[in-house]
């Protein structure tokens, strides 16, 4: 896989790439807008075999809200969630309970665990590893967990006082600096969408 974009590049959709048949956020995301209330793991009840009943009339937020595989060109074909059984999403949180949780990358699998582990999804996962700028977490059924930044380095990056992981002081200051510097761009960007469309 190539490498991932900047952080700008996550608000702007790749050319030519659609839906298609795909219908995995209208179930797996929850939405709680005045017009539409969807709790997360539920079939958006508009959603049918054909596609979206209200597609013309959707809420603003179905409209502007897209997973990873629209926005970043590097994932290929195959990452399509319902091809992959994973969800990519980039998650911007105004009441983040820890610091990995300002604005991260969320895998979601969508059948069991073991999606994490095949070619495609687990190449994905590695390439926003590399990338390294923002968090990754890996979630299923609700339960989520931090693969990026790794322990020792989020402990150095969490807690420089107490660490036993000195020796990634260093490391990990630079990477908060950097970190933070994205955050105010990214929430702002991010606003642009509203807080109706939640998941983890």
Avoid at 80 to 85: A, F, G, I, V, Y
Avoid at 147 to 160: H, T
């Amino acid at each position: 896989m190539q490498s991932m974009p900047d952080s700008d590049m996550y608000f702007s959709l790749v050319a030519k790439r659609q839906c298609g048949e795909c219908m995995v956020c209208c179930k797996y995301l929850s939405i709680n807008t005045a017009e539409l209330k969807k709790p997360a793991d539920v079939q958006c009840e508009n959603c049918l075999s054909s596609g979206c009943q209200i597609y013309e009339s959707r809420p603003n937020v179905c409209r502007t809200w897209h997973c990873l595989w629209r926005r970043v060109d590097a994932m290929p074909p195959e990452l399509r969630p319902d091809r992959s059984n994973a969800i990519f999403s980039l998650k911007v949180s105004h009441e983040p309970r820890q610091i990995f949780e300002n604005a991260y990358i969320v895998c979601i699998a969508l059948t069991d665990p073991s999606v994490f582990d095949t070619p495609v999804v687990s190449a994905a996962i590695d390439a926003f590893i590399e990338e390294g700028s923002l968090p990754v977490w890996l979630c299923f059924e609700g339960s989520k967990s931090l693969v990026w930044p790794n322990a020792d380095l989020a402990d150095a990056i969490d807690n420089p006082g107490t660490t036993k992981a000195r020796h990634l002081l260093v490391d990990g200051k630079i990477w908060r600096g950097r970190y933070e510097a994205m955050l105010e761009p990214l929430q702002d960007n991010n606003a642009m969408f509203g807080r109706e469309f939640l998941r983890n």
